[in-house]
C-alpha cells in the first residue's frame, strides 16, 4: 500500500492541525495505521494508531487527550487531529501501515508515508 501524508505546517504553541494521510485503493481497510514522529536528533517514536475498523485505539502518552486519530475507511483516509499543539510536538510525522504484531511498535509496519512536518512555534 502506498501512503501520502499531508498537512503539516507552522503554528503556534496552543494551536491546531490535522493531519492526513491517503492510501491507495488496495485493501486499506485491512490494515492497522499508525503516525509516527521524529524530531531533529532523536529517534522516530510512536504517536498514536487506530485498529481496522477505528474502534479501537492507542496513544503514547505524551499525546493523550490532545491529538485524536481517526480514519475514514470509504476515503482511504487516516486522519491525525492535534490540539493544545507544544514546542515539542516539532517533528516529521509519518503515516504508516501494519497488518501484523504491536500497535505501537514500529517494526511491525511495513509500508510509510515520506513525512510531513510540524512545527510548533513558543
Known amino acids: 500500500v502506498q501512503l501520502q501524508a499531508s498537512g503539516g505546517g507552522l503554528v503556534q504553541a496552543g494551536g491546531s492541525l490535522r493531519l492526513s494521510c491517503a492510501a491507495d485503493g488496495r485493501t486499506f481497510s485491512n490494515y492497522r495505521m499508525g503516525w509516527f514522529r521524529q524530531a531533529p536528533g532523536k529517534e522516530r517514536e510512536f504517536v498514536a494508531a487506530?485498529?481496522?475498523?477505528?474502534?479501537?485505539?492507542y496513544y503514547a502518552d505524551s499525546v493523550k487527550g490532545r491529538f485524536t486519530i481517526s480514519r475514514d475507511n470509504a476515503k482511504n483516509t487516516v486522519y491525525l487531529q492535534m490540539n493544545i499543539l507544544k514546542p515539542e510536538d516539532t517533528a516529521v510525522y509519518y503515516c504508516a501501515a501494519s497488518s501484523i504484531g504491536a500497535a505501537t511498535n514500529s517494526r511491525f509496519y511495513g509500508y510509510w508515508g515520506q513525512g510531513t512536518l510540524v512545527t510548533v512555534s513558543s
Open positions: 487506530i485498529n481496522w475498523s477505528g474502534d479501537r485505539t
